[in-house]
Structure formats: structure tokens, C-alpha cells
């Protein structure tokens, strides 16, 4: 199956975020990965408890490199 409840889909989301740490790509994949997020939340879906704090640690580092210590600090926080 497809969508969150596929076997597949926690492994490849935490992929794509160790991807973007890797490749230092990480605002661009978090911009998809907001995107994919905003789409399946419109339908009523919610991401697995992994992938959320996947995607906040993502958040909060980005927020970091960008200087936005307050919010890193703040999804650093939640994403534990």
C-alpha cells in the first residue's frame, strides 16, 4: 500500500531528512517535505509519530542555521 500506513513509509521519510543533514540540503527537502505535510494533512491524514519529530528536528535545525535560535531551541524542545 501507499501513504502512511505503507511499511515503507517511516523508513523513507526519516531517508529523505537524513538525506537533507547529509547533503546539507536541508531547506530545500524541508520545503517538500512541508509541502507533502500540507497536502495529506487538506486530506484529513497525519504523519506518524516518528516522521513528526523527524520533520520538527529538521525544522529546528534549519531555524538554527538560519539564526532563529528562539524557534530552533523551541522545536529542538519538542523534537526529543
Do not use: N, W
Amino acid at each position: 500500500g501507499r501513504g502512511t500506513k505503507s511499511p515503507a513509509f517511516a523508513p523513507a521519510y526519516r531517508l529523505m531528512v537524513d538525506i537533507a543533514l547529509e547533503t546539507r540540503e536541508q531547506v530545500a527537502i524541508l520545503a517538500v517535505l512541508d509541502h507533502f505535510g500540507e497536502d495529506f494533512a487538506a486530506r484529513g491524514g497525519t504523519l506518524p509519530k516518528d516522521s513528526e519529530k523527524e520533520h520538527t528536528y529538521l525544522a529546528a535545525k534549519v531555524a538554527y542555521e538560519a539564526g532563529d535560535i528562539s524557534r530552533a531551541e523551541a522545536l529542538f524542545r519538542v523534537s526529543e
